[in-house]
């Protein structure tokens, strides 16, 4: 039974590891012979490296509750392998969403921009909507655990919506961050990253989440003890 | 035994993980300072997202067919990893094959698109062939399996025409898509998409499927009960 | 003992996997817009497709042969993983060399192609350079193999030659291709070719190969029976 | 537990392997139509070639490091995957910061190069910080190491300084080298290299390190008897 599971955390593994290598294929290759220097080439993209750090970390935060909710799993079915495709659709295209914002800011933001700023707003919706998908593809992956007999220990009825509320949580900030990008796109960016900053230090021991601190992460998987 | 067979699936693993997201390298990263508006490029460059679509769900197929023929192999010998081999030929070709049919039909399909069809044709026959070589190349595997001891338990007589008709099946609709692209270059993209949409919702117990529903995708295999 | 070699093999998988799916960057992407027709692109650059496929497979062939050596290593060392990292460093060069000499090639063989065939001589040089590269590289691997108590089981000092010879052969053939390459850049490409076909077809029993038709590959590793 | 660990090193695995295969899209691909013969650009693009060589050996002995340091792990929390992240997102960013080092260094180097030497030693101080910020984070993972109940075997304090003085050691080079860019950024390139060949070549038995020679690599580590 772990054979279907590992080859599942393998080729999603696989995924999260080229994706999040790809973003670097963003970072401006600056070549000798522009009219720029290469500090003002920097200064200038600086957006391309803060949405870089955002959607590593972004990328990195999916793994790791991928790798969390995955761990419980008893059986895998066809249902559940295409809920993980559609995961990971959105998350192969992050590196391309990631691109496009930062080109689109980067040129609203120069000194002398003149670029139209609706075409910036675009491009932030589309980076807002890359991240909803992913988050709903990961929440009807929870959802699946839910029901039947998926997983080695059945989430507890009354856990299952502060679970959900995290998921859930995320989605509606999303939902936000899209709207917000219609009139202020800088503001909706703000919001995406502010959304990286809480996952990475959030630390409340949830459903499938490791207590803060050291503790193991894995309690409550099938193979440590049962936190939960 | 299973280090071969661990091995051949973390290579193939590597090749369909990195292969399916390389295809989101076709997805055009719209950058300030076109003449064009972003809204007005991926308007103009929606082919290139219905052919990601498509590509993305046929090579997560593949990958769920390839991992559930690949569980029942016992041993694994240098003919398997050449025909394995010849798979990942066809599959590495995808995100090519994808972005040649996707510019030529984004081109094709403009509204003033002036373009000659004959070269959308001849992209659209492209795009067939890889996935036909595909199918061949995992219909040679699925044969491979049922010579010899080569399976941890053969697949009966009477339910090998049965699989076959799947594999053989798509082979002839990826035929008719090639030969249909030689007159009507859109009708073919269509005919694949049917396929891709078929594959996924497609539910059919089979020989290395796994039952409909909450069943388990391991039933029949090495390490779990025999349900076949 | 298993921690070790198993994540030496995962990086190498990795790499392997990798570097054969970039080989499909060197594929043209045709796009409309150019002057030229995608038939007439596709028949120009038949060089790129002839040195995909022979680059793909050499890639593979090193693959199930690192597989076949690193099988039987019980102790893994910071040699080891060094002599390794050499012959990865060869495979990550082969898109690159790949490219560089079919780009010439195509040049070089076009209907009216002006260019200066020294460069495809050089170009030529430059890609079976890399084979021999990654050749010494793990012929350094083999000879590891053979010192201390690195395997499980030593190969017995009268298959050793044996192993080398063919080792060797593929090292010799290789600085044949590259004198050749001084002077006829086509004929060198043709013998880099046969290796390819050879070494795909070439079947014979010996030391870390498996013995042809449906015996098992492992037979002769750590976790199956002795066959040599 | 064994599960939260491999995966760890999947992913891990994954990224190294991915980004030192992108490495080689930095090689230039010379094409034929440019003005420069092959050997011409090859010759004036050797920086780059170095630039390869020394990224490569880095990255691997990163992942070699890497894997001595996490086989000891028991544990795996929230922390060590954040920090771990922390070094990828170094290791993510070393094909960018070698590119542009390169380009700027066969730039400035080149016979007639009139590029301003400014932009090349801010060019070597990127390449060096990236080093610094990967150094930095493994350093973080290895202290988080020293805490609680993480390792199969805490490593003993009388152990720990000579631990740390070899990756401080490291860190402080790096310091060195872009305190130097600012100046000479050629004998900044030197020193990085310096410290390439010297960990390739490095053999000193220490924390966490294999012992020279033939012994095993995993002495210590949670599977083998115990050296240290």
Sequence with gaps: MQVDRSRL????????AVAITLLALNL???????????????GTHWPVFV?????????????????ALVRGIAVVDRTLLFL???????????????????????A????????ADRDTQIAMML???????????FGAMFEWTLHGEHMYRRLPIDKRWAARARFVGGAVVYVIAIVIAQFYAVASFVIIALVAVYYVFERTPGAYQAPAGDAPADAGGPDGPDAS
Tied chains: 1, 2, 3, 4.
């Design 28 to 42: 401006i290759v600056a070549r000798p012979g522009r009219d720029d220097t290469l500090l003002h080439q920097l």
């Design 127 to 137: 980076y807002g909507a890359v991240f909803l998908g992913m988050s709903l593809g």
């Design 84 to 106: 993980n495709l559609v995961l990971l659709l959105f998350v192969v295209m992050i590196p391309w969403a990631t691109a496009t914002v930062a080109n689109y800011l980067a």
């Design 51 to 67: 949405a870089y750090l955002i959607s590593f970390f972004m990328i990195g935060i999916v793994w790791v509750n991928h790798h």
């Design 9 to 16: 955390e393998a080729f999603s593994d696989g995924v999260f």
């Design 108 to 115: 609203y933001l120069a000194p002398h921009g003149s670029y």
